[in-house]
Structures are given as C-alpha cells and as structure tokens.
C-alpha cells in the first residue's frame, strides 16, 4: 500500500504519535528490552525524527543502561524494501 500525499493536519498528527512513542520509550530506558509491539514504513525512506532521537539516546553510553537496552520491533510482512521504524538494527 503506498501512502499518497499528506496534508499538513495528517503530518502533524502521525509526528504527534511518533513523538509520544518515543517519549514512552524514553520513560522506559532503565530497562532491560523495550518491545515495540509495532512497525510502519516510513514516508520517503526517510526516518522518524522522533524515533531516531530516541533510538541515538538509548544507544549513549550516558544513557541509564550505558546504552545496552534492546529494542523489539516486528519485522514487518509486507515483503517491502522500504525502510522501516524503528529500525531494523542492532543496537
């Protein structure tokens, strides 16, 4: 499924939810393992921001686990090249 143009109302509101996902994940970095029970291909092969930021926080070695925690994603099904978030990476 391809995702058409957005108008600015839409944009703000998937940034929105993108935004309270990673400030949760934030919440969380004193853990062990944070489980995204979700992924979604990004608009353009670009990244989430938000997503990005936390993920570059959570790998800093000031972070509470000294950036050791992992993070949980499925991998998607949708047999897609497209780049996904979070992303597919080892932490």
């Known amino acids: 499924m ?11 509101g998937l940034f929105e939810t993108e935004t309270a996902i990673a400030h949760a994940m934030h919440a969380h970095s004193d853990a062990d393992v944070i489980q995204c029970g979700f992924a979604f291909p990004t608009l353009d092969d670009y990244p989430s921001l938000p997503f990005a930021a936390v993920m570059a926080e959570l790998r800093s070695p000031d ?23 979070p992303p597919r990476s080892r932490m």
């Open 63 to 85: 972070a509470p686990r000294n950036g050791q925690v992992v993070v949980v994603a499925p991998a998607g099904n949708e047999q897609s090249a497209s780049v996904y978030c």
């Open 2 to 12: 391809e995702i058409g143009p957005l108008d600015p109302s839409a944009q703000l």
